[in-house]
């Protein structure tokens, strides 16, 4: 950035000396990787690598009890709930920050420290982004962090040590030589991929959602239980020395932001040195710009004079210091009208609600729609069309509706009322018990869902119609050569030969294939149809069970609920989906077409030869593919395994089998090759990869 500098880079038992020294090295290790990782920002080994290495360290102390230390990467797990928190008094107050809304405003405060320190020449200044989570102090003695707290009042925090163990980017002792004391004020944050991947699990449990990363960190970190804060996925970044002992002060702040770095602390990227303000301007303008990509929130840049004895001199005012200000940015958050609310359905069937609202300029841009996620998102809220409500786009190009002001509800509000059927198409909506989406049943008819069941439908392991990749199936849907997977079976060479990029060979390649999936095993086609959760291995056990399609499409949700690993949710999904008329028009269409599903006689699980019997691939198979022995396997009644234990019955072991052909030889599993695998499927009739 022009005109600044970048920041430069117990119980005492006589135990192996061998053990000992394997535990010190590879906590060195871990830590070592920790560092490059969260404050080099270089990692080091793949993730896989560092998780091996860890549960090797978790498998020595397991071990070796009397080697275990407070330091070590392994007790980041958490620890028994508490009662309460207790009190932390700050013997150097957490202090707030004044704010500038303006390019005046900064102007203004670099003319009052120039002119309070008489000088004339610009100021260096260090300028870093404001971040927007929750600050806390940090207190290490002799290099182990014994101590964290809340900032709370700026006098008095709560003391949440036991929950910042738990943070990979705080480290437990200190790198190289360390002071004898040294408190660390900084902020913890949660990144927005953390922030929504925690979502997504309180949705689908079915527990309340966090409303912005600020609110899910700060919740996050004043958990009793420290095991909950260790599944939270928060990230802490160093931004001062508040104490030093043992050592002196840094003479400037920028100094001591390297020295914390070298001592193993995170410290934002970002931090610039910038003399004087038009080069604060322009980091600001920079960072701004920046904003939306740097995959965490920040609401402003924080300028602070880089020399301490010039901080010391200029002092403080009430609260705030006179060395430092925040430059905020525009407001993220206004207060609008809800006018409407529509329905919109994904490519999987999914109906998310978008609020339409009174046009509001937010976060720099003129926002008048809002997602709203989904109908518990509502409930929660308490949303009505008409409300004034809370628009929030931090962090976010999607702005959403954060909160409602039910005070200021007008007497002419009305309820949202979720649709009894499709917006697109017609067909009835549903709504699984203990699901937060609405999802459209016609999954096979509907416009907005028809290039996903196309591509699904066409796949290798369902129909497999080689050559209807994923760019062909948008180009039919789009130019409506297809409404529909039974439109597939009326496509005519000319049709597909005069689409771009497709000549006549190629085209009549597809029509081979397509006409090739009509002869298809029924487990296949149910698999290919896509109802929602209904995967490979329910889908054999519904054509097991049922023997015909037309046995399965006359089912109710009790016979279902009688099909082997079919339970309430999949058999509610089941009934749903062959109840459609829509789904019914194009599944008769399909047979019309000459689309032919296999029948066999029913079956119960306990009669297939190879039922009860857990089997485990590894290796390269030469004759047959990983899929098609699995499907192999698990139509004998066999379950296939992804990982060899003590209840596994028979491993299949190809070329290059690894990690589990070696467990398989500790347990005394039977192991087998290919060519016994391919003689027990004959024996009994299946033939792997005929459809």
């Known amino acids: 950035m022009s005109g600044c500098e970048t920041l430069n880079d117990a119980r005492g038992w006589p135990v192996s000396e061998t053990v000992a020294d394997q535990v010190r090295r590879l906590r060195e290790q871990l830590s070592d990787w920790s560092y490059r990782y969260y404050v080099l920002d270089e990692p080091a080994v793949p993730d896989a690598e560092y998780d091996r290495a860890f549960r090797a360290l978790q498998q020595l102390e397991q071990q070796h009890p009397e080697l275990i230390s407070a330091d070590s990467p392994t007790q980041r797990v958490g620890d028994r709930p508490l009662d309460g928190f207790s009190e932390v008094v700050h013997e150097v107050p957490m202090l707030s920050l004044d704010n500038a809304f303006s390019d005046d405003e900064l102007i203004a405060f670099d003319r009052r420290v120039r002119e309070r320190l008489g000088q004339e020449e610009p100021i260096v200044y260090v300028a870093e982004p404001k971040l927007d989570g929750l600050a806390v102090s940090l207190l290490y003695q002799q290099g182990e962090l014994v101590r964290a707290a809340t900032r709370g009042d700026g006098a008095t925090g709560e003391d949440i040590t036991a929950?910042?163990?738990?943070?990979?980017?705080?480290?437990?002792?200190?790198?190289?030589?360390?002071?004898?004391?040294l408190e660390v004020r900084g902020e913890v944050i949660m990144p927005h991929d953390g922030f929504e991947a925690l979502n997504a699990r309180?949705?689908?449990?079915?527990?309340?959602?966090?409303?912005?990363?600020?609110?899910?960190?700060?919740?996050?970190?004043r958990q009793l239980d420290s095991r909950i804060t260790a599944q939270r996925p928060l990230e802490f970044y160093a931004y001062s020395i508040a104490r030093i002992a043992g050592e002196a002060l840094p003479a400037s702040h920028m100094d001591g932001l390297e020295h914390l770095r070298d001592l193993g602390l995170r410290v934002n990227a970002l931090v610039r040195r910038c003399e004087g303000v038009e080069a604060l301007l322009v980091f600001y303008r920079e960072v701004m710009e920046a904003r939306q990509a740097l995959g965490y929130d920040i609401d402003g840049v924080v300028y602070k004079v880089d020399d301490l004895a010039r901080q010391q001199q200029l002092g403080f005012v009430s609260r705030a210091p006179r060395w430092a200000i925040a430059h905020k940015f525009p407001a993220q958050e206004e207060l609008t009208t809800l006018r409407d609310v529509e329905w919109?359905?994904?490519?999987?069937?999914?109906?998310?609600?978008v609020a339409r609202l009174e046009p509001v300029f937010v976060g720099g841009v003129t926002v008048s729609n809002a997602t709203l996620h989904n109908a518990d998102e509502i409930e929660r809220l308490g949303l009505h069309i008409g409300d004034t409500v809370v628009v929030l786009r931090a962090g976010d190009v999607i702005p959403k509706?954060?909160?409602?002001?039910?005070?200021?509800?007008?007497?002419?509000?009305?309820?949202?009322?979720?649709?009894s059927a499709c917006p697109v198409c017609g067909s009835e909506v549903f709504?699984?018990?203990?699901?937060?989406?609405?999802?459209c049943t016609g999954g096979l008819i509907c416009a907005a869902q028809q290039k996903e069941a196309v591509r699904h439908f066409a796949s290798r392991?369902?129909?497999?119609?080689?050559?209807?990749?994923?760019?062909?199936?948008?180009?039919?849907?789009?130019?409506?050569?297809?409404?529909?997977?039974?439109?597939l079976y009326h496509l005519k060479t000319e049709q597909v030969a005069s689409l771009e990029r497709m000549g006549e060979k190629s085209a009549a390649n597809l029509i081979e294939a397509i006409e090739h999936s009509k002869q298809i095993a029924l487990p296949r086609f149910l698999f290919a149809l896509g109802i929602r959760e209904v995967g490979e291995a329910t889908a054999l056990a519904l054509a097991n069970h049922f023997g015909s399609l037309q046995a399965i499409m006359a089912a109710d949700e009790a016979a279902f609920?009688?099909?082997?690993d079919v339970g309430p949710v999949v058999a509610s999904h089941l009934t749903?989906?062959?109840?459609?008329?829509?789904?019914?028009?194009?599944?008769?269409?399909?047979?019309?077409?000459?689309?032919?599903?296999?029948?066999?006689?029913?079956?119960?699980?306990?009669?297939?030869?190879?039922?009860?019997?857990?089997?485990?691939?590894?290796?390269?198979?030469?004759?047959?593919?990983?899929?098609?022995?699995?499907?192999?396997?698990?139509?004998?009644?066999?379950?296939?395994?992804?990982?060899?234990?003590?209840?596994?019955?028979?491993?299949?072991?190809?070329?290059?089998?690894?990690?589990?052909?070696?467990?398989?030889q500790s347990l005394g599993i039977a192991i087998e090759d290919e060519a016994f695998l391919l003689k027990v499927l004959t024996e009994h009739g299946v033939h792997p990869g005929s459809g």
């Open 561 to 564: 609920l009688q099909v082997a």
């Open 202 to 221: 309180q949705r689908d449990a079915g527990q309340k959602l966090f409303a912005n990363p600020r609110n899910a960190a700060a919740g996050s970190l």
């Open 431 to 439: 709504r699984a018990e203990g699901e937060a989406v609405t999802r």
């Open 401 to 419: 509706v954060s909160a409602v002001l039910p005070e200021r509800r007008p007497a002419d509000a009305r309820p949202i009322i979720i649709p």
């Open 576 to 664: 749903h989906f062959f109840a459609e008329p829509h789904n019914q028009q194009v599944i008769a269409g399909l047979l019309d077409a000459g689309v032919s599903p296999s029948e066999s006689e029913p079956q119960k699980p306990e009669t297939l030869p190879l039922h009860g019997q857990t089997w485990v691939l590894t290796g390269t198979l030469e004759q047959l593919t990983r899929d098609e022995a699995k499907a192999a396997l698990q139509q004998l009644g066999a379950k296939v395994a992804g990982s060899v234990s003590a209840k596994t019955s028979m491993v299949i072991a190809g070329e290059a089998a690894g990690s589990k052909l070696d467990k398989a």
């Open 461 to 487: 392991r369902a129909m497999d119609i080689e050559g209807l990749g994923e760019r062909l199936v948008e180009v039919l849907v789009d130019e409506k050569l297809i409404g529909n997977v039974a439109d």
């Open 163 to 181: 929950n910042i163990r738990t943070l990979r980017s705080v480290p437990l002792r200190l790198r190289g030589k360390v002071p004898t004391l």
């Open 344 to 353: 919109q359905v994904g490519r999987t069937g999914a109906l998310t609600p």
